[in-house]
T-cell receptor, first 113, second 114 residues
Framework: GESVGLHLPTLSVQEGDNSIINCAYS??????FIWYKQESGKGPQFIID?????DKRQGQRVTVLLNKTVKHLSLQIAATQPGDSAVYFC????????????FGKGTRLHILP | NAGVTQTPKFQVLKTGQSMTLQCAQD?????MYWYRQDPGMGLRLIYY???????DKGEVPNGYNVSRLNKREFSLRLESAAPSQTSVYFC?????????????FGDGTRLSIL
């Protein structure tokens, strides 16, 4: 698979505001996208996923948007809380059931009091 | 329900020593994976196993071997540790075919090679 990257390595957001974490992917054949959250000293934790036949998917306080035209993925977190402080990874699969999932380098979300 | 359990949590080795990292999952998942995570590099796939008895190379397999002992357990072995293998190692599992579902991760093994 091709690389998955992120626009910003660090994002600082005021507590209570909405957070938007962006991700660009390069493989136009990618058909499955996942967001993970990693807290310090822990393994990545699944947040939400989306397949390429969808543009938007919502979970509890989170929304993932997929723009296949510009190969862009975003994670929106509503009413950011201190517990949202973590590194967020996007990951994609290259378009085949046998393709592995490739991770981006991560964005650190810092919550300001 | 423990999910994915990795042992040990921390280990220090000398160059040339061998070591096996253990991983077990209790979710009846078919697919299991080993990743390494280095600062600024994200997670890179070392090996994966689509089912019991099968293993395949990922992005960075050199210097490692794996064994899918049964459906629950997937071990990673360093035969002759090198300083470049200092990293945090994560085991993960997923339901169904490789790459088709989100992965569940353990909390990692922090390995230092001196």
């Amino acid at each position: 698979g091709e690389s998955v990257g992120l626009h910003l390595p660090t994002l600082s957001v005021q507590e209570g505001d909405n957070s938007i974490i962006n991700c660009a992917y390069s493989n136009s054949a990618s058909d499955y996208f996942i967001w993970y959250k990693q807290e310090s000293g822990k393994g990545p934790q699944f947040i939400i996923d989306i397949r390429s036949n969808m543009d938007k998917r919502q979970g509890q306080r989170v929304t993932v948007l997929l723009n296949k035209t510009v190969k862009h993925l975003s994670l929106q977190i509503a009413a950011t809380q201190p517990g949202d402080s973590a590194v967020y990874f996007c990951a994609d699969r290259g378009g085949s059931r046998d393709d592995k999932i490739i991770f981006g380098k991560g964005t650190r979300l810092h919550i300001l009091p | 329900n423990a999910g994915v359990t990795q042992t040990p949590k921390f280990q220090v080795l000398k160059t040339g020593q061998s070591m096996t990292l253990q991983c077990a999952q209790d979710m009846n998942h078919n697919s299991m994976y080993w990743y390494r995570q280095d600062p600024g590099m994200g997670l890179r796939l070392i090996y994966y196993s689509a089912s019991e008895g099968t293993t395949d190379k990922g992005e960075v397999p050199n210097g490692y071997n794996v064994s899918r002992l049964n459906k629950r357990e997937f071990s990673l072995r360093l035969e002759s540790a090198a300083p470049s293998q200092t990293s945090v190692y994560f085991c993960a599992s997923s339901w169904g075919a490789v790459g088709n579902q989100p992965q569940h991760f353990g909390d990692g093994t922090r390995l230092s090679i001196l």
